[in-house]
């Protein structure tokens, strides 16, 4: 019997697929929680919200007319009319980092919330790109479709309402997330293309898992990391850790052995130090037990 081709094949074809489409991957993404997860009738949803979106724009705000005319439209119909928001009170649910989840309940974290904006943008006419700003997705709308003036648009915060950020709020952000010693910088707010943004989903739920011990998935997440980022020691290490976790002991070896052959000992600093010598104390424990087992 044939079967067809596998999570990650799919993800990394889909990653690599020309044109702006980032929903048909997040819903590949999805599928780590929702394995039989069938995205055609939520891409017919995003096409429906989209058209709708198109006329509340042209109705109340003209197609071409003033870029800041249309993203108000577009906002008050995501999120006046349909209702999505920023889901604070249980910010790690696992549901939050699902697009078919997010749609469903209409609720979610920046940057899923961020993919529906974009999606619906996109089919309502509008140009918008994420910014994968440092602990808070973004978008920016842009005022046409030929427009690559950094400088030119809005930023919009969809966790808040579709917000629109100045620079001040973009700097008082950063500080937010990463402290007041944080050094801001305009390259911060450059448009992300599809692999970062896949990648930086993948690292959530991955971060979610290993909080809820749910070592299968954040294992099975882990390769699709791997398959994006094939150069990663961070991730190799971590599916040689999750498979320690998980009783796989061959798989886990092969992992850590080949980390501590690729890492760079001489640049680590202290901290990092540490970190490889209880993972070559985990190996010496790994060959025993593999040895055991022949």
């Keep these: 019997m044939k079967t067809g081709p596998t999570l990650t094949a799919q993800l990394v074809k889909a990653a ?3 044109g702006p489409d980032l ?3 997040a819903f590949l993404v999805a599928r780590v929680e929702y394995p039989r997860l069938d995205a055609g009738p939520y891409l017919d949803r995003l096409d429906q919200m989209g058209e709708a979106a198109l006329h509340r724009v042209a109705r109340e705000a003209v197609v071409d007319g003033p870029l800041a005319a249309r993203v108000d439209a577009l906002n008050r119909y ?4 349909l209702g999505f928001f920023g889901n604070r009170d249980h ?10 989840e997010v749609l469903d309940r209409r609720t979610g974290i920046p940057i899923t919330l961020s993919l529906v904006y974009i999606e619906v943008a996109r089919r309502a006419g509008l140009r918008a ?3 994968n700003f440092p602990g808070h997705f973004l978008v920016r709308v ?3 479709l030929h427009t690559d003036d950094p400088e030119d648009g809005f930023i919009v915060d969809p966790f808040h309402g579709g917000a629109i950020l ?3 709020d973009c700097r008082s952000l950063l500080r937010r997330h990463l402290g007041d010693e944080a050094a801001f910088d305009p390259s911060l707010l450059a448009a992300a293309t599809r692999k970062p943004i896949l990648i930086r989903m993948l690292l959530n739920l991955k971060r979610l898992y290993v909080q809820m011990r749910s070592f299968p998935q954040a294992r099975q997440v882990t390769d699709l990391l791997l398959a994006l980022t094939p150069s990663s020691l961070i991730e190799l290490r971590d599916r040689g850790l999750l498979a320690y976790h998980m009783q796989d002991f061959t798989a886990a070896l092969r992992d850590l052995e080949r980390f501590l052959k690729l890492a760079p000992q001489a640049q680590l600093d202290d901290e990092q130090r540490a970190e490889n010598e209880q993972v070559w104390e985990h190996v010496k424990t790994l060959k025993r037990r593999v040895a055991s087992l022949n």
């Design 16 to 18: 690599d697929r020309p």
């Design 23 to 25: 929903a048909a991957p």
């Design 78 to 81: 995501l999120f006046n009319e």
């Design 91 to 100: 910010y790690d649910d696992p549901r939050n980092s699902c697009l078919n």
């Design 129 to 131: 790109e994420g910014i």
């Design 142 to 144: 842009r005022p046409d």
């Design 166 to 168: 100045s620079e001040a």
